[in-house]
């Protein structure tokens, strides 16, 4: 009854493709114990191979630590240089770069939609690549492509040059997000994904501290020589640091299978350390696509969610990260000022992403409240910069609100961090992220384009837009978890009845997992939220 109160609670619209996804799952309970025990058995001699002997928690441990030390801190500065390099054009607008290259009208705004457009139409592309092909060494060369690209744009001279640039850029920068989260799949367990994936997703904010302050220190110098052009030169800086970021990733990236500095033991430790997501390990199904995975998508109302949700949180980041510090700078603050004032922001955001991967990391079922909490500052903040007056007077009230959307790219990142917990299945698990970066790209574009030079100074439908869409990913996140929470319930009851103990029904789902079954048609499978 509890299930069946909570479905109701749901859109009516949501109600029929539920309850699609509710009579696939009940067929999947239906297993025949001897069609399970079948599989099972041939999983299990699969794992055995692999995993046998059985591994100690101190060695579980160590290799764990060992990936922290090679990975975490590389991702960081990978996932930070990336970052950068995609939304300096915002500062760069206020040194000069739209005067220089003689932008006019909606032009600026372009450079930010080409790029997410050739980002998206490539996103499929570049997880297919990702999967079949060693993953590190996939990542780095698109890495060294687009430091490329950065390094050009600084000896562009006018539109044309500008959005062919930005075009190329989106093209080699769409696989960096969703290839780190295969590889935060591929290296821990479920309980760790939030908090090893809020790590590189922290230098959105911590690391763009540092590039802010080298940027501030680049346009400092415009001031003492007005010939100066400080974009150009913010452009060589950052291109030159991804290309020397690349090459490290060539030495250091990938997945347990692929990387140098692990020993054919430490490799089969890794593989059977993560057995227990349900998932397989990182080389489970990558040769076979899958078409029955594929049409599963298209009742599980998770994908759809998945989706939904990046295109929602990405609207507010396309116009944020394309006009906030153009917005800034007609409150009345200067353009090194504007950079200034990203710092404590940052901060804000570095400490916050802190608070969560502390408490996820030792509580489970907590990311999605975080993701609803998340959204209700930024509603707040966009309608403070919709509603207040264009006055000197209340430039400071203006950047409040500005300051206080800080959190909103918790519901974005975190629900990423959904994809490798809750999506077993290699073919499933690469068609939803690569709709939900579909989304997130549809979301960017549009995010750029509300906000329209003869709106300026206040730009009031760009950031109501922005407030309306995080008041709709609300419910969007609430209708989320109600979906989850009520699986599980679903599966563990059927479970209970059957008499399968916790034990048992890890054992399983592990067998299941390594089958490349989905999470419908492994019983065992529980949902993270």
């Known amino acids: 009854m509890a299930a069946t109160s909570e479905i109701t609670t ?26 399970i025990s079948e599989k099972s058995s041939v999983a299990a001699g699969e794992a055995q191979r692999d995993a046998e002997p059985q591994y100690t928690e101190d060695q579980y441990r160590k290799l764990k630590r060992k990936a922290d030390r090679y990975l975490l801190l590389l991702m960081w500065l990978c996932y930070g240089v990336q970052q950068t390099d995609k939304t300096s054009i915002g500062t760069q ?23 997410y457009i050739t980002y998206m139409c490539f996103e499929f592309p570049s997880n297919i690549l990702l999967q079949r092909y060693l993953m590190g060494r ?20 006018n539109f044309t040059q500008l959005i062919t640039l930005r075009a190329l850029q989106g093209l080699f920068e769409c696989c960096i997000s969703p290839g780190f989260i295969l590889v935060v799949g591929s290296w821990y367990t479920t309980r760790e994904h939030a908090s090893r994936s809020l790590v590189f997703q922290s230098a959105n904010a911590g690391f763009g501290v540092i590039a802010n302050l080298i940027l501030y220190g680049i346009g400092s110098v415009q001031y003492s020589r007005p010939d100066f052009q400080a974009w150009r030169y913010m ?11 690349g090459c490290l990733c060539l030495l250091f990236l990938g997945t347990p299978s692929e990387v140098r500095w692990l020993s054919p033991e430490e490799k089969k430790i890794a593989n059977a350390r993560i057995m227990a997501n349900n998932t397989g390990h990182d080389r489970t199904g990558i040769k076979n696509w899958k078409w029955e995975q594929a049409r599963e998508c298209l009742v599980d109302p998770c994908f759809w969610f998945a989706g939904i949700n990046a295109f929602l949180s ?11 510090s153009i917005i800034n700078q007609s409150a009345g603050f200067t353009n090194l000022q504007v950079i200034l004032l990203d710092i404590p922001r940052n901060v804000a955001s570095v400490v916050w992403f802190v608070i969560i991967g502390l408490i996820t990391s030792r509580r489970k079922n907590l990311r999605m409240h975080f993701m609803i909490i998340s959204l209700l500052p930024p509603i707040a903040g966009f309608l403070m910069m919709a509603v207040l007056p264009d006055d000197p007077a209340y430039k400071w009230t203006r950047w409040t609100g500005y300051f206080i959307t800080v959190p909103y790219v918790v519901a974005l990142f975190l629900a990423w961090t959904l994809i490798p917990s809750n999506i077993a299945g290699r073919t499933k698990r690469t068609l939803t992220s690569s709709f939900t970066f579909v989304g997130y790209c549809v979301g960017n574009m549009v995010g750029s ?3 329209t030079a003869k709106d300026a100074p206040r730009y009031i439908p760009g950031t109501a837009g922005c407030a309306a869409c995080f008041a709709l990913d609300l419910v969007t996140l609430i209708a989320w978890r109600i979906v989850l929470v009520t699986r ?6 059927h479970l209970r009845e059957q008499g399968i103990t916790e034990e048992e029904r890890v054992e399983r789902g592990k067998e299941l997992g390594e089958q490349d079954c989905t999470d419908f048609k492994n019983p065992y499978f529980r949902y993270t939220m």
């Open 10 to 35: 749901l859109p009516a619209e949501m109600r029929s493709t539920l309850e699609i996804s509710r009579d696939s799952e009940k067929n999947v309970g239906k297993f025949d114990d001897a069609e």
């Open 93 to 115: 607008a206020t040194f000069g770069l739209r005067t220089d290259t003689g932008l006019v009208g909606q032009q600026y705004s372009w450079l930010t939609t080409v790029f």
């Open 138 to 157: 996939t990542l780095s060369c698109y890495m060294l492509c687009w430091g490329v690209v950065v390094l050009c744009i600084g000896f562009a001279q």
């Open 235 to 245: 452009s060589y800086f950052l291109g030159g640091l991804t290309i020397i970021t």
């Open 314 to 324: 990405s609207v507010p980041n396309g116009g944020i990260t394309t006009f906030g």
């Open 449 to 451: 384009q509300i906000f």
């Open 488 to 493: 599980n319930r679903r599966r563990d009851k």
